[in-house]
């Protein structure tokens, strides 16, 4: 169980368009989503924590503005790059926690990722 | 000094070794303690976890907390080249609403 899909899993676009990258949780119910960023053989760098129904919080440094953060349902959480310039190409990964039926996890399920190449 | 410290490595053993990778903490609020496996390209898996001290097993991989320490171990018997990734530990408080991951170790098994 706890199983978290991402997609789409690659996305090349042009410079100024905007892209949303889909995070669900498949087997649970994901209360806490969370939304990081990776380059190439770097950690893992946390830009937003949503919580269901409610406005993300986003971590310092992190343009709100840029990475808009939808999490309208406890399965679904979205990722909209505005604008997206070649500096926002980038390796994103969405991660989940929360409860299946009586049980909470305390830990973090991550999806496949999605890789960002904008020209 | 970051909350939690893991040495990024790399390291590099022969196949069949038994790997060690370590990390140290400084907030005594941890309480859950988690490993993942990231392979290149990839989101990372959740390997292990643990609640508060002690140590579990699962095949070949054994996680150890010593909260005393604040030290955290994974541990893999009969490494395999399929078991080269970069390993992140990471730890969470209970009252936090998320993990606190260390930066990864990347480790490369050799045939």
């Known amino acids: 169980g706890a199983v978290v899909s991402q997609h789409p899993s690659r996305v090349i676009c042009k410079s100024g368009t905007s892209v949303k990258i889909e995070c669900r949780s498949l087997?649970?119910?994901?209360?806490?989503m969370f939304w990081y960023r990776q380059f190439p053989k770097k950690s893992l760098m946390l830009m937003a924590t949503?919580?269901?129904?409610?406005?993300?919080?986003?971590e310092q440094g992190v343009e709100k503005d840029k990475f808009l953060i939808n999490h309208a349902s406890l399965t679904l959480s979205t990722l909209t790059v505005t604008s997206a310039h070649p500096e926002d190409s980038s390796f994103y990964i969405c991660?989940?926690?929360?409860?299946?039926?009586?049980?909470?996890?305390?830990?973090?399920?991550f999806g496949p990722g999605t890789r960002l190449t904008v020209l | 000094q970051k909350e939690v410290e893991q040495d990024p490595g790399p390291l590099s053993v022969p196949e069949g070794a038994i790997v060690s990778l370590n990390c140290t903490y400084s907030?005594?609020?941890?309480?859950?303690f988690m490993w993942y496996r990231q392979y290149s390209r990839k989101g990372p898996e959740l390997l292990m976890y643990t609640y508060s001290s002690g140590n579990k097993e699962d095949g070949r991989f054994t996680a150890q907390v010593d909260k005393s320490s604040k030290y955290i171990s994974l541990f893999i018997r009969d490494s395999q080249p399929s078991d080269s990734a970069t390993y992140l530990c990471?730890?969470?408080?209970?009252?936090?609403?998320?993990?606190?991951f260390g930066d990864g170790t990347t480790l490369t098994v050799k045939p």
């Open positions: 990471a730890m969470r408080d209970p009252n936090a609403g998320k993990s606190t």
């Open positions: 907030n005594s609020a941890f309480q859950y």
């Open positions: 949503s919580n269901e129904g409610s406005k993300a919080t986003y």
């Open positions: 087997d649970f119910q994901a209360t806490t």
């Open positions: 991660s989940a926690t929360g409860t299946s039926g009586s049980f909470s996890y305390n830990e973090q399920f």
